[in-house]
């Protein structure tokens, strides 16, 4: 004989109204278990976290280079944190400004999580496409934002100023998409910031010519591996969208050639950096840095320019993207075999 429910003595109806309600607890616990990650895959997605992670080599890279050692392992962890926090909030900064924009650059395209680049393994523009919300896209940004801030501080008040002004720096970048193609020297400004702030970070009066030095490098690198390839791939979609670009200015010719020159002077400079560093074993820091600007900057871009197909310069883009991490190693490197 089956049993239904309703045909339960009381006693057993109670038992198995409880059994059911556990069974509905388990099944909502294992559903909120399995969306919490993919909503954290989301916001993550935001903060562009994987070529984050990436850029981190950067402001490290030029902190070692500036005192030649590791600073204090407090100022590492301290370090770390702010500058994961720092990119994070002007990353996801960079989405929540260009919000409209972005859902109509997402219009025409299928809503999916595809992906070309470093900038969107997760997913593209997860904000305007909806997969997650205006408030909690602000709210995502405001939390890094102000660990970021509390971080800097803490290192040194200059690095939070620099902070701020980033921040401010990025705002006006999204702003001027369809006005000038001359926001590429703000992209080239904000991207040196965290450098920069790393420098403070653990020298609070570092050379001048050390600054400068750094500053035009990482522009170089920034223009021509990173900003302008980028330009390339988006130049028909930034057309439609009225937007102004390098590319879309001056063409895709002009284009190439300002990236051929920038990323040769990038190379010869990553490799004079070691000179204004009281970095030892300058020679191994220098076989170094020619096999990472070979690696991830010269044979890319001579590839590149034998396809002469402006639509693979997202593969430039991504393995100039890994030249600072080049030049990180080695500097550990370096350092490493002091204690040897």
């Known amino acids: 004989m089956v049993w239904s429910q309703d045909d339960l003595p009381p006693l057993k109806r109670v038992v198995c109204e409880n059994q059911n309600h556990r069974d509905a607890d388990k099944i909502s616990m294992s559903v909120q278990s399995s969306v919490k990650p993919e909503q954290l895959k989301l916001f993550l997605a935001l903060s562009r976290t994987p070529h984050l992670l990436i850029d981190l080599a950067t402001p490290m ?3 070692l280079l500036c005192i030649g050692r590791f600073p204090p392992i407090s100022t590492i962890i301290i370090g770390l944190i702010t500058v994961f926090a720092g990119y994070a909030c002007i990353y996801a900064l960079n989405d929540v400004t260009d919000y409209e924009l972005d859902r ?8 999916e999580q595809a992906c070309f680049d470093l900038d969107c393994i997760f997913v593209r523009h997860p904000l305007a496409q909806g997969f997650i919300t205006f408030a909690g896209g602000m709210m995502w940004t405001a939390l890094w934002g102000l660990i970021a801030l509390v971080g800097a501080a803490l290192l040194n008040p200059v690095c939070a100023v620099i902070f701020i002004v980033g921040a ?6 999204c702003k001027f998409y369809g006005y000038s193609q001359w926001k590429i020297l703000i992209a080239a400004a904000v991207k040196n910031l965290g450098g920069l702030a790393a420098i403070y970070a653990v020298n609070p009066e570092p050379p001048l010519e050390f600054i400068i030095i ?3 490098w990482i522009a170089l690198w920034e223009v021509g591996g990173q900003n302008i390839p980028n330009d390339l791939v988006d ?5 439609r969208l009225g937007g102004k ?4 200015v001056y063409g895709p010719n002009l284009s190439v050639l300002i990236i051929l020159i920038t990323l040769i002077a990038s190379f010869v400079l990553g490799l004079g950096l070691v000179f204004l560093s009281p970095l030892t074993f300058k020679g191994v820091y220098i076989v170094g840095a020619i096999i990472s600007g070979l690696l991830f900057l010269l044979l890319p871009l001579k590839k590149f320019l034998a396809e002469r197909d402006t639509t693979k310069a997202i593969n430039l883009f991504n393995q100039a993207s890994l030249y600072p991490v080049g030049i990180f190693s080695t500097t550990v490197f370096c350092i490493l075999i002091q204690y040897i």
């Open 235 to 239: 130049m028909s979609e930034d057309r």
């Open 245 to 248: 670009t390098i590319p879309v």
């Open 168 to 173: 401010i720096l990025e705002v006006i970048y």
């Open 104 to 111: 109509k650059r997402m219009g025409e395209l299928p809503r």
């Open 214 to 216: 750094v500053f035009i």
């Open 61 to 63: 890279a030029v902190a």
